[in-house]
């Protein structure tokens, strides 16, 4: 029976020390330029002493003209090495593995912030798919540039590796580029790049090819994937399972599951009736996948108590136990898990009661508590979501006003 103090050992041979890993989360703590910050870098030091096994970072975007957020973090070169190599060293001296989410937002880019919005087909997001509300239809890409964002994977990939992450996840989920690619809801392409599963797939196995070929094989590279879109059109759950087997049979490390897309957010709506006494979101789907690969797999989506994570494991259905927002209000989370101090790990936000504003919430809430983090505070459970909504609001305006400065020096 496997436990969640156990070694996890990745098919290219790296050890994970345990079963507990920090999923992905929107930080949204880079500078103005889309730097990584002294900020950010002690938000990590914090968890790497939480006793988890893995860190993953939330979205370092391949692009500075293809961002997600006012504050992402971007690598597309090597001028802030020094400050990457900072990160890379905040988990030193724990052996906890820190992986590099990498990411291209393509139609979900923010409009306020992104000149243009590339996607792979000219199909519009519908009202709610971004955070700033806009349904501009996007440009679709020709094939060099498909090309060009696949060698821009592999170049941040290597540069992150160069720099001492221990890994890099590819975020192929909740509606961002590579999604994108996977859905035919989203991809109404004619050309190689659509139509069939077998083209849709093309792109998210020539990043993982272009990844692999740049950083070698002793080097672990995941991907966080979409169990289904949760949407009429969109990627299915059969289709997933598909593209599981041909990522495993290329030789990806990890397979992180969750759900959804901002136009259908499964992952972080309502569950399903059959999964609500077993607390997490996917594990329906696991119970399926753990049968057609023998990839390392990780769920993450709503797992909040002790006793179930430690079923969930002992299932032997799944490897890894992720978990994002807990970390933000209990950030010493892994080692209460192994020492038995907290059995439940709730994260219930105040409101604001607007619908729209609300939505919202459900990410730059816990944002904002990772900003106390960084700056050495407690987290804020009953923290004001009118000035956490203030707040961000005022760093699209400021990020859009940078925008319009650059744009006018070039005249």
Known sequence: MTVLEEEMILPNGSTLKNRIAKSAMSENLSNKNNEPTPLLIEVYKKWAQSGAGLLITGNIMIDSKAI????????????????????????N?????????????????MEPINRDLKAPSAVPLKSGGRKDGSKKIPIA??????LAIIEAFGNTAIILKDAGFSGVQIHGAHGYLVSQFLSPYSNIRSDKWGGSLVNRARFVIEVYRKIRARVGKSFPIGIKLNSADFQKGGFSEEESMEVVKILSKEGIDLIEISGGTYEAPAMMGKRKKSTIKREVYFMDY???ASKITTTPLMLTG?????SIMKD????????????????????????EIFNNSRINFNTKIKKTGVKGIDGAMNIIWYESQIKRLG???????????????????????????????????HY
């Open 68 to 91: 997600g957020e006012p504050r992402n973090v971007v690598v597309e070169n090597r001028k802030n090495f020094e400050i990457l190599k900072e990160w890379a060293e905040s988990v």
């Open 93 to 109: 001296g724990t052996d906890t593995h820190l992986w590099a989410q990498i990411n291209h937002p393509g139609r979900q880019a």
């Open 141 to 146: 890409l020709n094939e060099s540039q498909i």
């Open 286 to 288: 696991i119970e399926k």
């Open 302 to 306: 709503g797992f909040r108590t002790t």
């Open 312 to 335: 969930a494991i002992a299932s032997n259905q799944l490897d890894i136990i992720g978990i994002a927002r807990p970390f933000t209000v209990y950030p010493n989370i892994g080692n």
């Open 375 to 409: 700056k050495g505070k407690v987290p804020k459970p009953d923290l004001n979501p009118w000035l956490v909504f203030i707040k961000y609001s005022w760093l699209i305006l400021e990020k859009k006003i940078n925008k319009k400065r650059k744009s006018s020096q």
